[in-house]
């Protein structure tokens, strides 16, 4: 299917109201897997021409993603990752987990970035980070584009290393995230060392259900977990 490549239409628009020169693009992966951490790239391009081909993740083949990658990590200005594992997600949720993700990546940066351009409707960053959110940023933005392509193959890299002990769950093609494999190992085996324990696919599975955790809080208020999915998939 054709799509529109990205531009730095908001880079520019940034660059005219605020005076920011250093523009950081951030995009998230991981956010709906059972297993593995979040995963969260700040990119620099500065305004130059993207390679040929550069669009959100979601819309290359793996090959043409892993290419792709290669090819925008010699690119980019600058780049970083940041990761927020299973146990801070099972321990703060996944709004504070992705913060932290991504304050890990800017601070991991060499310039430290005077705005930062955020794939999604929702700022999950905030202050003291000057925030600007756009829908599908990860396909209209170049810097976006270019996070997204580098945090998705160094978060399936990842995964497929973790998966090698535990062959069973198919961590290599699914990353984490629900598949009839990954259900089905579930089932049998139950979670790995690396499964996000407080999540609700437990809820479905009595006989491990035992090992959900609950977290508290301590105002009380339980915030939702964006992006989880449920076991019937």
């Not at 060499?110 to 929702?122: E, F, N, Q, S, T």
Request: net charge neutral; aromatic share 6%.
């Amino acid at each position: 299917m054709p799509y529109e490549p990205p531009t730095h239409t908001v880079e520019r628009s940034l660059r005219a109201t605020t005076g920011a020169k250093v523009i950081a693009g951030v995009d998230e992966v991981g956010r709906g897997a059972w297993a593995g951490p979040v995963t969260v790239c700040a990119a620099v391009t500065g305004l130059r021409r993207a390679p040929e081909g550069l669009t959100d993740s979601k819309l290359l083949t793996v090959k043409r993603r892993t290419v792709l990658a290669v090819e925008l990590e010699k690119w980019v200005t600058s780049y970083a990752l940041g990761h927020a594992s299973h146990e801070e997600i099972d321990q703060m949720g996944m709004t504070a987990a992705l913060r932290l993700a991504a304050v890990r990546a800017l601070e991991t940066l060499p310039v430290r970035p005077d705005a930062v351009i955020l794939d999604g409707k929702h700022d999950y960053l905030g202050a003291p980070w000057k925030v600007r959110t756009v829908i599908k940023g990860d396909q209209s933005c170049i810097s976006v584009a270019a996070a997204s392509v580098i945090a998705k193959v160094q978060r399936d890299k990842m995964m497929a290393e973790l998966g090698i002990e535990h062959a069973d769950f198919g961590f290599a093609a699914n990353a984490g995230y629900p598949s009839p494999v990954h259900k089905a190992a579930l089932e049998e085996r139950g979670p790995t060392p690396y499964h996000r324990l407080s999540w609700a696919y437990l809820d479905a599975l009595p006989q491990w259900r035992h090992l959900k955790k609950a977290r508290s809080w301590a105002d009380g208020n339980v915030p939702e977990i964006e992006g989880q999915l449920g076991f019937d998939f």
